[in-house]
């Protein structure tokens, strides 16, 4: 994408300058991306690893037009499919530092409802918060498998009291 890693953190370059080398200069308080012995960004440099900092001007066109959306639009899209759905795009979106860059993975997950129908996709939602699953892959596997069309079986997760194999505590003293 249109970011470069430094001291585990991403900051954004413009989009034009992807599988091209840059060079980084950093100090305590900036990071500056050079290309051609040109200066293409700054920004103040950020010590949270794994985030993104970004600046609009760098995202291609196509990325701009997110920025007109907001998170609350989708959940409102997510909620036309039903309840579980629209919180499971409020978990997406909470899972970012800027809720723009989990709008893919919330449209994804809404198309997933034209591929397997509005009803199927509310089922896998359901099925998916609860099992902590919290990705459009998670989702999207439940779908395939067509776990989203089996009721889940309580009784097959309670582990038995006595069992052949079971050694309980007393079995390591």
Same mark, same amino acid.
């Given at each position: 994408d249109y970011h470069v890693e430094f001291d585990k953190h991403?900051?954004?370059?413009?989009?034009?300058?992807?599988?091209?080398?840059?060079?980084? *200069?950093?100090?305590?308080?900036?990071?500056?991306?050079?290309?051609? *012995?040109? *200066?293409?960004?700054?920004h103040r440099r950020v010590k949270a690893p794994g985030r993104h900092t970004t600046v609009a001007e760098h995202m291609p066109p196509a990325h701009q037009k997110y920025l007109e959306w907001s998170p609350e639009r989708l959940v409102s899209w997510a909620q036309k499919t039903g309840p579980h759905t629209a919180q499971f795009v409020q978990v997406l979106l909470a899972s970012r530092q800027h809720p723009e860059q989990a709008y893919r993975?919330?449209?994804g997950l809404l198309r997933l409802g034209e591929r397997y129908g509005q009803e199927r996709l509310e089922a896998a939602c359901c099925r998916a918060l609860p099992a902590g699953i919290h990705s459009y892959k998670g989702v999207k596997n439940i779908l395939d498998a067509k776990l989203d069309q089996v009721k889940p079986d309580e009784a097959s997760t309670v582990?038995?009291?006595?069992?052949?194999?079971? *050694?309980?505590?007393?079995?390591y003293q």
């Amino acid at each position: 994408d249109y970011h470069v890693e430094f001291d585990k953190h991403y900051y954004s370059v413009p989009y034009t300058l992807i599988h091209k080398e840059v060079w980084i *200069r950093a100090t305590q308080s900036t990071v500056e991306i050079f290309h051609n *012995r040109k *200066r293409e960004a700054s920004h103040r440099r950020v010590k949270a690893p794994g985030r993104h900092t970004t600046v609009a001007e760098h995202m291609p066109p196509a990325h701009q037009k997110y920025l007109e959306w907001s998170p609350e639009r989708l959940v409102s899209w997510a909620q036309k499919t039903g309840p579980h759905t629209a919180q499971f795009v409020q978990v997406l979106l909470a899972s970012r530092q800027h809720p723009e860059q989990a709008y893919r993975s919330c449209l994804g997950l809404l198309r997933l409802g034209e591929r397997y129908g509005q009803e199927r996709l509310e089922a896998a939602c359901c099925r998916a918060l609860p099992a902590g699953i919290h990705s459009y892959k998670g989702v999207k596997n439940i779908l395939d498998a067509k776990l989203d069309q089996v009721k889940p079986d309580e009784a097959s997760t309670v582990v038995p009291a006595s069992h052949e194999n079971i *050694r309980g505590q007393d079995y390591y003293q």
